[in-house]
């Protein structure tokens, strides 16, 4: 109890100390992706977008309208709306840009928390161990404390490495992928919608953005 209190719970308050409270909302809002992560498809958004520009191509930007409501992914649903409300391709992307990095920074921050408890969680491991030894130490005329003593120091080592390597890290990894991932799509939807916008012909935009997936 007294290693997983040094150890699981420094750690927790030592990466609240670190971070602000929004990036604290975003890691949990973010932690169940390493179950079920946000569903990434890039032919699938492929054909999605040619599917737009051919609407676009035969009734105009204004057909893409019904589209726009049928939407779930709220950035794809912002670019559809700049499309149907005749924004410049250039004031599109920049745009979107901007809505893109600052939602990567978002989830990125979010990812950092767990990145930042496998960080902290090894050092406070050495603390509890360091803690443990000199209880030893305290009681070394008292053999029956000894036992306890030194297993609580290696009781908190090993929390501190396990919850590191075998929680922690991997979790920020899992979560940075994620992360990845979806920033590539949204690069790629970003020049797919800004294509449309510049009348492209769908099988130069479908061409282009095969591009994406190698």
Known sequence: AAAFLIVIVGT????????PMKHFKRALAIFPWIIKPPTSDGEALIEQIVEWSGTARKQGLLGLEPVVE??????LRKGLQMLVDGLEPEAIRHMLEIELGAQEHADQAGAKFFEGMGIYAPTLGIIGAVLGLMSVMQNLADPSKLGPGIAAAFVATIYGIASANLFFLPVAAKLKGIIARQTHDREMAIEGMVAIAQGENPRNIEARLQGFLH
């Open 12 to 19: 927790v308050a030592a990466i609240l100390v670190q971070t």
């Open 70 to 75: 049928q939407q779930d992914d709220a950035f």
